[in-house]
């Protein structure tokens, strides 16, 4: 194991939605922004950029035929952009109630181009902290066993699974995902907060409902963490405001769907 701590560098509050109001995704999307931009102001807040880029790729994950990875704690995502020039992204995560669990992990990798420590905030106000690491390469990596993926993600040695053990897509399940910036908006003082909404579809076929539907929200710490010693800064106003929203929110029943906690544990723990 790492360090027994890590600063939380960014904090993201998470809401799966209910896919039926997004048949029609941009008209869905619109309405459901006009709902936020009407709680955040109620809130003392004000939306200062709203905005319409979507984002596209393919969403799979990977594990052994025993689910070895996930009974350990861990999830190994792989996404192919849609751009080709824009090729993969591995990103391996461990998710804990307990943040100094979570944080010592050994998620170090020779190739990684980010690592992350974030607290996931699920309904109606449980925290979870997660550490993950990402790798970004033009083509994609053989991941067909521990033993290849551990070449990626060394500290994965540790748990002692036999490194000829298969390496699969769980439940053969590859969604097509679009991702929907939705706004960025502030309580009084930075950091700005930044919104989205993220949609799995089976097929490329856009116009149907979606699988599922998430709706987050997040934002960093003012003093970038940047080190283990880094100080932890989120401003009172911010976090009372987010916090407020975050509960605003749970109470529109008609666009929440409390049957799902995450898109993660959708693919993960049946479809």
Known sequence: MSASNHPVTSREYKLMLNADRFKDRDQGSQVFLGLLDFLIGKEGGNIIERQNK???????????????????????????????????????KY?????????????SSPQADKTKFEED????????????????????????SIEKIAVLFPGLEKLNIEGDTAVKTVNDFRANEVVRKLCKFQFGEPPI???????????????????VGEFSFDYDELDGGTGADSMET???????????????????AGWMDFNRSTKTAFALEGL
């Not at 052994?64 to 993969?88: C, I, M, V, W, Y």
């Not at 106003?237 to 407020?244: H, L, P, R, S």
């Open 193 to 211: 907060i930044k919104a989205s909404l993220s949609f799995w579809y089976l097929t490329e076929e856009e116009n149907d409902w979606p699988l």
């Open 54 to 92: 979507e984002e596209r790729r393919q969403t799979s994950y990977l594990d052994t035929p025993e689910s070895a990875l996930h009974q350990n704690g861990f999830t190994l995502r792989l996404r192919k952009e849609a751009k080709a020039e824009d090729g993969f992204q591995i990103n391996l």
């Open 234 to 252: 989120y401003p009172s106003q911010v976090v009372e405001g987010t916090n407020q929203l975050f509960s605003a929110l749970q109470s529109q």
């Open 95 to 107: 998710r804990a109630s307990d943040r100094y669990i979570s944080a010592a992990q050994d998620l």
């Open 121 to 144: 905030i699920l309904p109606p106000f449980v925290s979870k902290f997660s550490h993950s690491s990402s790798i970004k390469t033009k083509t994609r990596p053989d991941l067909s």
